[in-house]
């Protein structure tokens, strides 16, 4: 039986015998299995990103040491900057911190096409040794090109060095950048790095005025990351999106808070038709299981 075969059986295996909607014993150690195998065949499948979720998911889960092992071989033989940012991020995150010198190394290359995801991987997984390195962030922060940069490295300032000018940056772009792909994104740092009481106000009005479901979906995220209990239902809605980005984006953030009634529409998503959507799903029940104490343990 082939890997896609076998993890749809047992996938209608589990949401047939109810253990997918039980909140106890069994049911649960059914869904963690049923999610694992979720991840690890996204972790072995052909796309590159969704495959780098699951290791982050799998990480989370407490798998970092099956994760090393799968990506510390294709670090060493990639050549693309974006893809060994990924690798080495994700190898960073399941416990080898010494990767971390690939994402400044990619950062302080001037010609590569990685350097924005090396500023967003060092946001997202921070690195050892603090004040040795940040001057490469800064010096990102302030260029005038590529504003993606600008603010990626102004996010991981504002995470680990808790940098004034870096949150200034988030707040000025969120609150006057006309382009919804810029200001989306500085939403979706403050929704990490801001305090509800301040920003909250300044995604709120974006809100009212913004057209197209993925940027209201950005700015509801962000917001209910900051504890806003509004858009936390709101997120929980957009679990039901035609839109699959929507749908992953949600699912992404519903493995980090707390989402009012979104198990149930989590573990149909187990079952979705884009494998990234299917992989946020099943990190945000590891989470769901593990805030709540639900599952024993993770192997």
């Known amino acids: 039986m082939s890997a896609a075969r076998w993890l749809g059986w047992l996938l209608s295996a589990a949401l047939l015998s109810g253990c997918l909607g039980s909140e106890r014993g069994g049911g649960e150690s059914a ?14 499948g052909e796309e590159f990103w969704p495959a780098m979720h699951a290791a982050e998911a799998l990480t989370l889960a407490g798998c970092g040491s099956e994760v090393r092992r799968f990506l510390e071989p294709r670090l060493e033989g990639e050549k693309d900057d974006q893809h060994r940012c990924g690798l080495a991020r994700e190898l960073v995150r399941a416990g080898d911190r010494g990767r971390a010198e690939v994402l400044w190394e990619v950062l302080a290359a001037q010609g590569s096409t990685g350097r924005v995801h090396a500023a967003e991987s060092l946001y997202k997984v ?32 504002a995470r680990w ?41 300044i995604l709120r009005r974006r809100l009212e005025g913004a057209e197209g479901e993925l940027t209201r979906a950005f700015l509801e995220i962000a917001l209910a990351n900051l504890g806003d209990p509004t858009a936390r239902v709101a997120v929980v809605g957009r679990l039901n999106s035609p839109d699959a980005m929507v749908r992953t984006y949600a699912a992404e953030c519903a493995a980090g808070v707390e989402l009012p009634g979104a198990v149930p529409l989590l573990t149909q998503q187990l079952h979705d038709k884009v494998l990234d959507a299917r992989i946020r799903a099943a990190q945000a029940l590891l989470m769901w299981c593990r805030r709540n104490r639900m599952a024993p343990s993770f192997p």
Do not use: F, K, N
Request: proline share 5%; charged share 35%.
């Open 31 to 44: 869904r963690r299995e049923v999610c694992l195998a979720v991840l690890r065949q996204g972790l072995r």
């Open 161 to 201: 060095c808790e940098e004034p000018a870096a949150v200034a940056l988030l707040r000025d772009v969120a609150q006057e950048e006309d382009d919804p792909e810029v200001y989306r994104l500085a939403a979706w740092a403050l929704g990490r790095v801001g305090e509800l009481g301040r920003d909250g106000p």
């Open 126 to 157: 921070g690195w050892p040794r603090r004040g040795a390195r940040e001057d490469l962030l800064r010096t990102a922060m302030g260029e005038g090109g590529d504003i993606r940069l600008r603010l990626m490295s102004a996010a991981a300032l």
